[in-house]
């Protein structure tokens, strides 16, 4: 059975940093393209970063790109976004996704077949 599992997420000041894991299991990380989508109240899902399988090519949208920063462990089956300079408009649920059969990273959402349950990240003063 294919899970993700999402942590890391919480409540920062605009202009900090977090950490965001996703443990995954059930299928081959290494040789998985993966990804970070987020998805904003009323709003629909948005592509954040991909990677390649086995470390890849790194991939970013233009409003992450510079701040944020994908990378696995395939040791681990662990995918990480690194998010820095956070801002109140990056307040989201993040979910990562697998494209399980896939060995390029995709920059659109719908290119992911398997989510996680996701987790939340608030940026507020």
């Known amino acids: 059975e294919v899970q993700l599992v999402e942590s890391g997420g919480g409540l920062v000041q605009p202009g900090g940093s977090l950490r965001l894991s996703c443990a995954a299991s059930?299928?081959?990380?290494?040789?998985?393209?993966m990804s970070w989508v987020r998805q904003a109240p009323g709003k629909g899902p948005e592509w954040v970063s991909a990677?390649?399988?086995?470390?890849?090519?790194?991939y970013y949208s233009d409003s992450v790109k510079g701040r944020f920063t994908i990378s696995g462990d395939t040791n681990e089956n662990t995918l990480y976004l690194q998010m820095n300079s956070l801002k109140p408009e990056d307040t989201a649920v993040y979910y990562c996704a697998a494209d399980i059969g896939g060995r390029f990273a995709k920059t659109y959402s719908s290119a992911y077949d398997y989510w996680g349950q996701g987790t939340q990240v608030t940026v507020s003063s």
């Open positions: 990677v390649g399988s086995g470390g890849g090519r790194t």
């Open positions: 059930g299928f081959s990380f290494g040789n998985t393209a």
